[in-house]
Nanobody, 117 residues
Framework: QVQLVESGGGLVQAGGSLRLSCAASGNIRSIDAMGWYRQAPGKQRDLVASITSGGGTNYADSVKGRFTISRDNVKNTVYLQMNSLKPEDTAVYYC???????????WGKGSLVTVSS
């Protein structure tokens, strides 16, 4: 099992920045990739950014150039630096960890990000 705990959400004005953190614990050696998803009210949960154990990254087109995902392997923590935030970035952001071999997903409880115009 893997446990994920997010922190760092909150309210920010458009154009501002926030950094989300996701601390992983448990069987972390089994994790192949970690990432962030978001879900706005009435919408599906979509991938925002991901990073593999090898350091490869992937971003949604809507956040490219504004968001950066990174990881600290010593602290077992993944970060999402969000700059130039827009009102449409408002959502609950969920941390995700994947085990490719078994197709297993682990989820955090979510962190609300609200961007005011």
């Amino acid at each position: 099992q893997v446990q994920l705990v997010e922190s760092g959400g909150g309210l920010v004005q458009a154009g501002g920045s926030l950094r989300l953190s996701c601390a992983a614990s448990g069987n972390i050696r089994s994790i192949d990739a970690m990432g962030w998803y978001r879900q706005a009210p009435g919408k599906q949960r979509d991938l925002v950014a991901s990073i593999t154990s090898g350091g490869g990254t992937n971003y949604a087109d809507s956040v490219k150039g504004r968001f950066t995902i990174s990881r600290d392997n010593v602290k077992n923590t993944v970060y999402l630096q969000m700059n130039s935030l827009k009102p449409e970035d408002t959502a609950v952001y969920y941390c995700n960890a994947k085990r490719f071999l078994f197709g297993t997903d682990y989820w955090g409880k979510g962190s609300l990000v609200t961007v005011s115009s």
